[in-house]
Each structure stands twice: as structure tokens, then as C-alpha cells.
């Protein structure tokens, strides 16, 4: 099999850097062929520039030029480059000589043993001269992305990657602004594709950076978070939801002892806790019940089931189809009994100083159980629908 790779440059503004590092790409034939790759292909995306890119570019003998009338963005141009690319290995990096293309060789090499998509690490133990606060960044994003995913990832943000034409379609949509490569990393781990990542070393950029620190920061992480959402909506939901439920069930237990030890008055740092702690309950509570439901209609849209680590399949889709309907009838009786209790304390006499915490605690409990209960319900509507196609063909298979 002849192997073709494909390197795509996306370029704005770059008249000035984009000769050295397209000569530098050129210069890796020789290296690709030792391991493997026996032609090279480089296109360069004019994003519109306003200065002479695209005219340097064509200068350079084997450079094919792509040209955007107007300024769409980085991931559109190398969604461009991605649609002419004839190779059926596609690589990429950025044309501001950050990036090294004597490493292309390196990572395709662990394309063609068995990976789907090569990342070039920045944070992995190579030379780097990256600003602090970029390293700062990529390292939260990375560590985020790795607690938030299926497996550990160093750097989610590199501009240079080399990846297999045919899993293109599993990547896509992907954004046109600079929060493409973290959409990528995301959107591979949660596909299941199999990613490498090589250390690389990373330079200073030839000319001004067009990144910017807060919004593209800021970007990136919605960006993340909200792509992790389409895929398993319970790993960020529901871990926000047990932590707040959490921190109401210690304030709970707090007030609890001291009702016990005596205390009937509140001061107003005691309050606003406590206010606090029936909006983290409820909400809390909102957001668990959420989570589970969005991850059935995941996988009912993409008709096979959300990929789930052990924290989902343990907290949230066994406890909605099976626990919560018990519990949340559970919560209500209680909740209704310690009501009533308290309705006739409060008629035989006792002050209100007396009963207000278990009439708040009544009110919240059976709150709580009436939506636990809507959720079980939810749950088991949601089950028959995923099951429909399957018992359909049992039944009319059936002998």
C-alpha cells in the first residue's frame, strides 16, 4: 500500500514565516520514506490574508495554495485542507514555526503501527518554550479533559497532529475558530479512536501571537466541556450534582446536632448557610436525576449506549432505573409523616422556634422524593422506547 501524507498549514498574515516552515516541511521527504511514507503533499490555506501570504506561499516548488476570499477562521481552514487533502494520512501544524515538521516522520510512524489519530505533545517532557500562562492553560485543559474522559491526555490543545483520512467522519463537526484542536482531542476520546501522543519540542512563534489568553482560554473550555456534554452528560452533571448534594446533606447533619444539642435560633452567617444548602440540595438533586436522563437520550439519538466509566453505571443509570422510585416514594412518606408530626406539635403548643427545621426538612424531603419519583418514572418510559427495536424483531422472529 502506497502511503500518501498529506500536511495542511493554515495561514494568516504569515508572508513572513510561511517559506521556512513550508521548506521545512518539504525537507522531511527523505525521513518519511525510511519510515514508511512514500509521497508528500503540502497545501497551504490562505485564510484571507491581507498581506502577500498566499503569493510567498506559491512561490515555494511543491506548495499548492488554497485561498479564503475572506477570513473564516483556523478550523475552517484546515477543514479546507482536510477536503483537499489527497492523502490517506493527514497531518497539520501551524505555519508560525512554533511547531517542528521533523517530527512528522515520528508520528507517522505510530499512525501506520495501530493509532488512529497522533497527537505532538508540548507537555509531555520535550523542549518547550511555551509562555507560562499557555502552559498553565493547556496543563488545565488537559487534566481536565482527562477527568472528564475516557483516558489520560497531556496536551488537548497541540496544533500538530497527524491522523487517518478515513476517521474524519468520527472527528466531525468540528468548530472554525482556534478551539478546533480541543474539540478534536475530545471528540476522539469520547469516539473511541485510538490516540497516541508523541513528545515534541515547541518554539517561539515567528511574529506577533493571534491567540489571546482569556478569550480563546475561556473558548477552549466551553468548547471542551460542551462537546464531553453531547457524549456523556452525566460525567459533568451528575459529579456537580453529588457534590452539591453532599454539601447540603453535611449542613443538614450539622443542623440536626444542633437542634439536638439545644440550639433554636439561627444568626445570620447560620442562615445564609443554610439557604445555601436547600438551593445545593435541590439543585443538586435536579442536576443527578438530569444526568441520567440525558445520557438514555444520548444513547436513544445515537441508537447505541453512552460510552459510561464506573461512576455512571454505578451512581447514575442503576440508581434511576432502579433505586429511584423506591427511594423517592420512601422520601415522601417520610417527609409527609414528619409534616404531620410537626402540624401537631405546632397545634398542641410548641413554638414555631421548635419545629421550623423539621418542617423545612419535611418540605425538602418530599420535594426531593417527588422528583426522584418523576425520574424513575422518566426512566422506565425511556427504557421500553431504546428496547422497542429489539423486542419488535424477537417478537416477529418469534417460532
Sequence with gaps: MTNLLSV?????NEENGIVAIATRVLSVKAELAKVGVDRLELLVVDDGSQDRTAEVAAGVEGVTVIKHLSNRGYGAALKTGFSKAQGNLI?????????????????????????????GSRMSGGESRMPGTRRLGNFIFAGLLSLLGPERVTDSASGMRVFKREILGKLYPLPDGLNLTPVMSARALHEGVTTTE????????????????????????TSMLWTVMAYNPARILGAVGLGS???????GLGLLLARLAGTTSLGPVAVTVLYSA???????????TLAAT??????????????????????????MEQHFGWLGLSLVV??????????????????????WLYLLGAAMSTLIGIQLVISWILAGVMRALSERDILTIKDLNAT
Design 278 to 288: 436547600l438551593i445545593f440540595g435541590v439543585s443538586g438533586i435536579s442536576l443527578f
Design 294 to 319: 440525558f445520557n438514555f437520550l444520548v444513547g436513544l439519538f445515537n441508537k447505541e449506549p453512552v460510552r459510561e466509566g464506573f461512576l455512571e453505571r454505578t451512581f447514575f443509570r442503576s440508581s
Design 91 to 119: 497531518g497539520f501544524l501551524d505555519a508560525d514555526g512554533t511547531y517542528p515538521p521533523e517530527w512528522f516522520p515520528q508520528l507517522c510512524q505510530k499512525a501506520m503501527n495501530g493509532s488512529d489519530l497522533v497527537i
Design 334 to 355: 417520610v417527609g409527609t409523616v414528619i409534616a404531620i408530626l410537626s402540624l401537631t406539635l405546632g397545634i398542641r403548643g410548641w413554638a414555631v422556634e421548635r419545629i
Design 8 to 12: 495542511v498549514i493554515p495561514a494568516y
Design 245 to 251: 448534594v453532599a454539601f447540603a446533606c453535611l449542613v
Design 198 to 221: 508523541v513528545s515534541i519540542p515547541y518554539a517561539e512563534r515567528v511574529g506577533d501571537s493571534k491567540l489571546s489568553v482569556v478569550h480563546d482560554g475561556s473558548l477552549f473550555l
